[in-house]
């Protein structure tokens, strides 16, 4: 391998499937890989994802192994099972930066126990419009000054352990409303609103020692047609010149449809690399989906043929190779230990919102409402009746689609008391028309994403996270009404 393709594939981080490193990438990574991102697919528990990082450090100590672990409803570690910890709206609804601090120190101590170097989190964006699609929950507010500082108390957090924190998605995600692993999202925005509403947070997150910055897949029309990721003016201009950020810049998935549409299909990651790196970006998150190593191939001739026709300067990507390098500082060493849910469960309780006056008369019927998590989200275990079930005896629980009406009032004819449960109810026309429907039956409304705009009078509880300790939390307030209300012990 000659020098330019060693340069070339050190700035590399791919994903990849299955729960142990793969030969090929065992391999790459011998010969000078960056590294690897792990997702919910490479994970079982704590002790598998410890011996899958020691698989690849064993093949070079200084390899980047980074993961996409938010916390709630974006986890990665608790795959199986949902989060140790609320998500981040959750955390600023609690409103306590040492709370933050102390629950992102936590994840740090476990990803580093587990042998991760970078977490791509925390997202340093806003939820700014009921329509957004995949934000949400995963920012901490929408008041930028507020979230600044939680942002900053995450990162103090995370790096406590040595892990690098990601402060995603550069400019700021949260007004947009498509999803950039779908399409290319616009920002509305004017030159002064940006610096006065989405780089607040950034800016709070460069002076708090945040080692890493995600660009996101979105345009800035101040700043030209082409996405942040793709964008001189944002990456050199902005983030470099006037926030002053030293780190290292890194690319969103670049198999998003976000960065790739512009180049027609899957083929266009290479191109895209090529772009993103000449605009400034360090290090390549290019597995986002399962990845396969012609794929790498192709990203490294693409690269390598960018620098011998000067269309990217050498110098640019040996730049670029060593902030990534920068990256594989090895974790402080920290023995795994059991999952424990009390810290979480604290800033659960504390980040709970109730309206009106929910309380339960007796077992009831929990109707978890079921919709498709966001891409980013994935597959997680999510839904308050087991956790109800478990305090309340005799409540029955069932998962039911937003079209199941008839067999949801045929069974709340047993009930005094419905618990419905959904996620976001404002973005499903569905939902909302299910909720409507069920207007006659005296039910109380868990919210378990971005409450949105109120929908409907009914007694409600807020949790800002559908993390498991949140979860927990809401079935506590629950059964502790229905103690109270009963009598029973």
């Excluded at 994840?107 to 009921?130: F, H, I, K, N, W």
């Excluded at 507020?146 to 690098?164: P, R, S």
């Excluded at 008839?406 to 026309?429: G, M, N, Q, W, Y």
Aim: proline share 7%; aromatic share 4%.
């Amino acid at each position: 391998m000659s020098w330019l393709e060693q340069l070339a594939e050190s700035v590399q981080l791919p994903g990849f499937g299955g729960t142990t490193a793969p030969e090929w990438l065992r391999r790459r990574i011998g010969e000078g890989l960056g590294g690897a991102i792990l997702f919910g697919r490479n994970v079982v528990d704590d002790a598998q994802v410890a011996e899958l990082t020691g698989q690849l450090r064993a093949e070079r100590q200084d390899v980047v192994i980074g993961i996409d672990e938010e916390g709630g409803d974006v986890t990665r570690l608790d795959v199986a099972t949902g989060s140790f910890v609320p998500g981040p709206l959750a955390l600023g609804a609690a409103g306590d930066v040492e709370l933050t601090q102390n629950v992102a120190a936590a994840l740090g101590e476990r990803l580093a126990a587990c042998g991760v170097t970078l977490d791509l989190a925390p997202c340093a964006d806003l939820t700014l419009t009921p329509e957004d699609p995949i934000i949400g929950v995963r920012a901490f507010g929408s008041e930028p000054q507020g979230v600044a500082e939680q942002v900053a108390a995450y990162i103090t957090g995370i790096q406590k352990f040595g892990v690098a924190a990601c402060a995603k998605h550069f400019p700021g995600h949260g007004a947009a409303t498509e999803d950039s692993h779908k399409s290319l999202p616009t920002l509305p925005r004017t030159e002064e609103e940006i610096r006065s509403i989405e780089l607040v947070p950034f800016q709070a997150a460069i002076r708090a020692g945040v080692r890493v910055i995600m660009s996101g897949h979105l345009v800035v029309p101040p700043w030209g047609p082409e996405p942040a990721t793709l964008n001189a003016k944002a990456l050199q201009e902005i983030l470099r010149g006037e926030l002053g950020f030293t780190g290292a810049i890194i690319t969103d998935a670049l198999d998003m449809a976000g960065v790739v549409g512009g180049f027609g299909n899957n083929a266009g990651i290479p191109a895209a690399a090529v772009k993103s790196l000449i605009a400034g970006a360090d290090a390549l998150c290019i597995g986002g989906q399962a990845f396969e190593p012609d794929l790498l191939d192709a990203i490294t001739s693409a690269i390598v043929d960018a620098v011998r026709s000067g269309e990217l300067p050498e110098a640019r990507l040996a730049e670029a190779a060593e902030r990534t390098s920068a990256l594989r500082t090895p974790p402080v060493s920290t023995p795994i230990v059991p999952v424990d849910l009390e810290l979480g469960l604290t800033a659960a309780r504390k980040a709970l919102r109730v309206i009106g006056e929910p309380r339960l008369d007796g077992p009831p019927l929990v109707l978890d409402v079921l919709t498709d998590p966001s891409i980013a989200a994935g597959k997680v275990p999510w839904g308050l009746g087991p956790h109800l079930s478990s305090l309340v005896p005799g409540t029955k629980a069932m998962r039911v689609g937003p079209a199941d009406r008839d067999e949801i009032l045929a069974a709340a004819k047993e009930f005094s008391k419905v618990v419905v449960v959904t996620r976001e109810a404002h973005r499903h026309p569905a939902v909302r028309a299910l909720l409507e429907s069920l207007d006659e039956l005296d039910y109380i409304h868990v919210e378990t994403g971005a409450p949105g705009p109120d929908l409907g009078d009914k007694a409600r509880i807020d949790t800002f996270s559908g993390s498991r300790v949140s979860l927990m939390a809401a079935a506590e307030q629950l059964a502790l009404t229905e103690t109270l209300v009963s009598g029973h012990p």
